[in-house]
């Protein structure tokens, strides 16, 4: 399984970006996808995930901001991120889990003026 995320980039504070992350390969069944972050010194901390049946979970610091959504025909999971803060800088990975767990490259998001 292959995780290629892509819409990241610079983006001033409280504007938006959509990341988007589309899975290819061989699987028996998606079980959930999700989003997580990461900056330099910190411990890769969960940001929101989705179920094949699309129930959503998000972390505190993102509800009312975020929102995760999924495509199953095309194997795809967006973040769309608004109302963006200095802090949401990170580099944000895809995760999905089939039989066991795989992560994207990681796209890096910095909000900034």
């Known amino acids: 399984v292959q995780l290629v995320e892509t819409g990241g980039g610079l983006v001033q504070p409280g504007g938006s970006l959509r990341l988007s992350c589309a899975a290819s390969?061989?699987?028996?069944?998606?079980?959930?996808m999700g989003w997580y972050r990461q900056v330099p010194g910190k411990q890769r901390e969960l940001v929101a995930t989705?179920?094949?049946?699309?129930?959503?979970n998000y972390a505190d610091f993102v509800k009312g901001r975020f929102t995760i959504s999924r495509d199953s025909a095309k194997n795809t999971v967006y973040l769309q991120m608004n109302s963006l803060k200095p802090d949401d800088t990170a580099v944000y990975y895809c995760?999905?889990?089939?039989?066991?767990?795989?992560w994207g490259q990681g796209t890096q998001v910095t909000v900034s003026s």
């Open positions: 995760k999905t889990d089939t039989t066991r767990s795989y």
């Open positions: 989705i179920t094949s049946g699309g129930s959503a």
């Open positions: 390969g061989s699987w028996f069944r998606i079980y959930s």
